[in-house]
């Protein structure tokens, strides 16, 4: 079985502040992670994928195996970044994703001027 | 990237009564699936609907509850059958067309049953 864990229901921050969602996941296999955001009155978007390993809207996000964690980061947070932010997981057999996800629960985060 | 849209983007229906909800991508693709978002609650999968074939369900839901149509391979349907106040949810499509487990998501239908 699969599971996304996130424990944070709701992160309050500054404008300007670091920011950290967590992100811990259980899989036996072989995991592809990926953050979805949901802005206000939006759909549900991709943010970030762990396979490119970029930085989006200032946003990074590293998997890290040995602690099954895909924490998203951001150095300087901004008031655009208020929404409601998702981690998933998918599995992979081969060459080929099994492409359904798995959704943690999402985090609330508010970013305060 | 895809465009998807849904139809209806809302309803509000009675118990008993069944709704068919549709989803139309702009572009082919292999692998569809139908989620559903209860109040306050994340995302779950419904079923996969793969073009040609059977829909699979995830544990805890059944064709009979969520008969899913693949006509082709830009369109599908689901019908929410026999719906009562507990089916009141954000239903949500979602297309998977490369190699990466990423998609791509409708904006959703908001379905409320009194």
């Known amino acids: 079985a699969q599971r996304v864990t996130q424990p944070e229901k709701l992160l309050s921050v500054f404008k300007g502040a670091p920011v950290e969602l967590k992100c811990n996941y259980s899989?036996?296999?072989?995991?592809?992670l990926f953050w979805y955001v949901q802005y206000s009155r939006q759909r549900l978007q991709l943010l970030l994928r762990?396979?490119s390993r970029e930085s989006i809207k200032g946003f990074t996000a590293d998997l890290n195996k040995g602690e099954t964690s895909f924490h998203l980061k951001k150095p300087f947070a901004q008031e655009e970044d208020s929404a409601m932010y998702y981690c998933a997981l998918s599995g992979r057999a081969g060459g080929t994703s099994y492409g359904k996800l798995t959704f943690g629960q999402g985090t609330i985060l508010t970013v305060h001027p | 990237s895809a465009v998807i849209s849904q139809k209806p983007s809302r309803d509000i229906c009675q118990r008993g009564t069944s709704l068919t909800i549709q989803c139309q991508v702009d572009?082919?693709?292999?692998?569809m699936f139908w989620y559903r978002q209860q109040p306050g609650q994340s995302l779950t999968l419904i079923a996969t609907?793969?073009?040609?074939?059977?829909?699979?369900?995830e544990s805890g839901f059944v064709i009979d509850k969520f008969p899913i149509s693949r006509p082709n391979l830009t369109f599908s349907t689901l019908t929410v059958s026999n719906m009562s106040p507990e089916d009141s949810s954000i239903y949500l499509c979602?297309?998977?067309?490369?190699?990466?487990?990423?998609?791509?998501f409708g904006p959703g239908t908001r379905l409320t049953v009194t």
């Open positions: 609907a793969n073009q040609g074939s059977e829909a699979t369900y």
């Open positions: 572009s082919q693709v292999t692998m």
């Open positions: 762990h396979i």
């Open positions: 979602s297309v998977h067309f490369n190699t990466w487990g990423e998609q791509y």
């Open positions: 899989y036996s296999g072989s995991p592809e």
